[in-house]
């Protein structure tokens, strides 16, 4: 046992012993991203990298040893610059596939007719918003749009602050929930060249695999030890954060129910639940909309993005309407949030969810890719544990079961063979050795195959 490798705070996990290459790579928190020199590129890949390094900058970075240079997309399928096409086992912002021909009709129609902003009387927004309420439980009764899942968590920070007086914020120890200032200070993920605010504390993320014992009521031991030593520093609690399929934290989902006890800690505290279901949301995890409605829990503010505009920038907050008396003494404005054009997306996208049923699919195929995962398991030793909700999946490599020592060279060294077989996934989780599957929505059972049998191809040739 030592400290996490991440360590933001003083949090005891199992560590292994990772080759300092993995490490290295590891504390650029992206285990998955394009460093040169690691395999030979074209004269125009070369080219096109130096364009965007000059232009762009480093801090933005490319996926794959094997940066790929995509131009279009159908379906579950993107297209490269040679029209070679690739299986999308990854992407959830085209929720519901891409370019959508219902969808970009959808966006063609409004933005041919008028797009202006939330200060003059719309249909659009109303019927959007009456739409997108339908989904949440009852005690949810009012939606603020943005664009972005940060600038999303950024409203509910604020408000969680307003409605508490509180400053303080829980999150997981490897949680990401955006880029402002306020949300990167509650984002470990970042890596310890981001400081966690002195009013943030990280609890470990309910892990059935490495932790089995007592998940829900560990987590809210360990919730309940933040609030105190917030307590003890003078510190009163705003709010807990939580991607409610903790992608970042490795894919965690079972038992279903696990933050019943932490939620009611943290309400009990006089602080506010923030599910994040930026990730999470839209039908994703399989029977419901919300990955919050699988812990049956009601969260005080709901925050949304990525999916939710099916690639257009969306996103948003939902919540009990009474938390915008005090941000309502001053105002909200978003000079293009919640648009006219964006409306008409959002709700094609609510629409085609409904109409396809998506929600049903990724419970389907999700829970198909889970069982045969678990049937290859049996041949391939690395295969630890198969775990996720809908089509949210992750599949944890070891070297050894009953150590559990993670597998990470491996999983970096598979993601990267995936990709040269056109198949597109990439790594969660503390060792970075979590394989993250989170295709489109409609993903089907053709599909499904295509990528076990390229796991099975690729786990054999290891
Ligand atoms: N919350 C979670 C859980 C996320 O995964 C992300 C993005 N990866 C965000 C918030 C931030 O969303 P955006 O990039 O749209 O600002």
Same mark, same amino acid.
């Given at each position: ?44 890949? *070369? ?15 490319? #996926? ?181 399929? #903790? ?22 505290? $006089?602080?506010? #639940? ?30 949304? $993005? ?129 394989? *993250? ?5 409609? #993903? ?8 076990? $049998? ?9």
């Amino acid at each position: 046992m030592g400290e996490s490798s991440y360590g933001t705070n003083t949090i005891v996990v199992p560590q292994y012993q990772l080759p300092s290459a993995i490490i290295n790579m590891m504390k650029a928190y992206l285990p998955n991203h394009f460093q040169p020199g690691q395999v030979q590129l074209t004269e125009k890949e *070369k080219k096109m990298i130096s364009r965007r390094d000059s232009l762009l900058g480093p801090a933005y970075k490319l #996926f794959y040893q094997q940066p790929i240079h995509i131009i279009r997309g159908k379906g579950v399928w993107l297209y490269d610059a040679d029209d070679k096409p690739y299986l999308d086992a990854y992407n959830n912002v085209p929720s519901v596939g891409h370019c959508h021909p219902r969808l970009v009709k959808a966006l063609e129609m409004q933005a041919g007719k008028l797009n202006t902003h939330t200060r003059y009387l719309h249909d659009g927004i109303l019927d959007y918003a009456n739409h997108l309420l339908s989904t949440f439980p009852k005690h949810i009764n009012n939606i603020m749009l943005t664009l972005s899942g940060s600038e999303a968590n950024d409203l509910a920070y604020r408000i969680a602050k307003q409605n508490t007086g509180g400053t303080g914020f829980i999150v997981t120890n490897l949680a990401y929930h955006g880029g402002t200032d306020a949300i990167a200070s509650l984002s470990p993920s970042l890596g310890n060249n981001v400081n966690l605010g002195t009013n943030v504390r990280s609890v470990p993320a309910p892990d059935l695999y490495r932790c089995p014992d007592n998940v829900g009521s560990t987590l809210a031991e360990n919730v309940q030890a933040a609030i105190d030593d917030m307590n003890r520093h003078g510190i009163k609690p705003a709010a807990m954060i939580v991607d409610t399929i #903790f992608s970042s934290d490795g894919i965690l989902a079972e038992p279903a129910g696990f933050l019943q006890d932490a939620v009611k800690v943290v309400q009990d505290a $006089g602080a506010l #639940f923030i599910a994040d279901e930026v990730q999470a949301g839209f039908g994703r995890t399989g029977k419901h909309w919300w990955g919050f409605q699988r812990h049956d829990i009601k969260p005080d503010i709901v925050t949304m $993005g990525k999916g939710m505009g099916g690639g257009h920038p969306m996103a948003g907050i939902a919540l009990r309407a009474e938390l915008l008396n005090q941000l309502a003494k001053s105002r909200y404005f978003n000079t293009t949030g919640g648009n006219p054009v964006s409306s008409a997306v959002g709700k094609t996208v609510l629409e085609i969810i409904e109409n396809e049923k998506l929600i049903e699919n990724a419970d389907r195929v999700g829970n198909y890719i889970k069982t045969a995962v678990r049937m290859l398991a049996e041949r391939h030793n690395i295969i630890g544990d198969v775990r996720g909700a809908g089509l949210y999946i992750g599949i944890e490599l070891v070297k050894n079961r009953k150590t559990k020592e993670p597998a990470t060279e491996e999983t970096l060294r598979i993601i990267n063979e995936f990709r040269q077989k056109r198949v597109l996934i990439s790594t969660s989780g503390t060792y970075a050795n979590v394989l *993250k599957i989170r295709p489109p929505l409609p #993903f089907n059972k053709d599909d499904a195959d295509l990528f076990l $049998g390229v796991l099975d191809e690729v786990l054999s040739a290891l």
